[in-house]
């Protein structure tokens, strides 16, 4: 076997780049293509790679949301999913949140409206979750820092992980929670 040449190199990256573009237009089922998932990440690499793009992780970030939200949109559920808006008892458990979903997080908290939002009331509700292991915050029930009135405040930026939480059983969730 033979190594590609930069060149080579290079037309290739652009061939998964156009996979990945076309891939993120229109969403990917539940069993992906290996080839749209490596064209993903290939858009996803030349996003983080802007070279003088301070949002560039941000950016990234919304891409994968994107990606989300189109592929529920174009490959819906086959069951039917139990949450509805108002539900929230998986926004009482501990959420691990990638840096560049914090940047996306942290630029709406800053330019909310919101007084329930603004970054004061956000670090006041944050408060007693300070210093707790993420078992300690699932056993306690605290609810996210983030939620307003039952509902997700930054819900347009929220998480991949809170992105994918869904139940097929609100009695299953309650029980749980």
């Given at each position: 076997?033979t190594?590609?040449?930069?060149?080579q190199?290079?037309?290739?990256?652009?061939?998964?780049?156009?996979?990945?573009e076309?891939?993120?237009?229109k969403?990917?089922p539940?069993?992906?293509?290996p080839?749209?998932m490596?064209?993903?990440?290939?858009?996803?690499?030349?996003?983080?790679?802007?070279?003088?793009n301070w949002?560039?992780?941000?950016e990234?970030a919304?891409?994968?949301?994107?990606?989300?939200?189109?592929?529920?949109?174009?490959?819906?559920?086959?069951v039917?999913?139990?949450?509805?808006?108002?539900?929230?008892?998986?926004?009482h458990?501990?959420?691990?949140?990638?840096?560049?979903?914090?940047?996306?997080i942290?630029?709406?908290?800053?330019?909310?409206?919101v007084?329930?939002?603004?970054?004061?009331?956000?670090?006041?509700?944050a408060?007693?979750?300070?210093?707790l292991?993420p078992?300690?915050?699932?056993?306690?029930?605290l609810?996210?820092?983030?939620?307003?009135d039952?509902?997700?405040?930054?819900?347009?930026?929220?998480?991949?992980?809170?992105?994918?939480a869904?139940?097929?059983?609100?009695?299953g969730?309650?029980?749980e929670?």
């Amino acid at each position: 076997m033979t190594a590609d040449t930069r060149q080579q190199r290079r037309k290739h990256e652009r061939e998964r780049r156009k996979v990945g573009e076309r891939a993120l237009a229109k969403g990917v089922p539940t069993r992906p293509q290996p080839a749209d998932m490596l064209g993903i990440a290939e858009v996803l690499k030349a996003k983080l790679s802007e070279a003088g793009n301070w949002r560039r992780a941000s950016e990234a970030a919304g891409l994968a949301h994107v990606l989300a939200e189109r592929s529920l949109r174009a490959f819906p559920a086959e069951v039917e999913i139990a949450c509805r808006k108002g539900c929230n008892y998986c926004c009482h458990g501990f959420v691990g949140v990638l840096p560049a979903e914090g940047f996306r997080i942290a630029d709406m908290v800053r330019a909310a409206k919101v007084p329930a939002l603004a970054a004061d009331a956000v670090r006041e509700r944050a408060a007693p979750l300070i210093g707790l292991s993420p078992q300690e915050r699932i056993g306690r029930k605290l609810p996210c820092p983030l939620l307003v009135d039952g509902l997700c405040g930054v819900y347009p930026v929220r998480p991949l992980v809170c992105r994918q939480a869904t139940s097929l059983s609100l009695p299953g969730c309650l029980e749980e929670f």
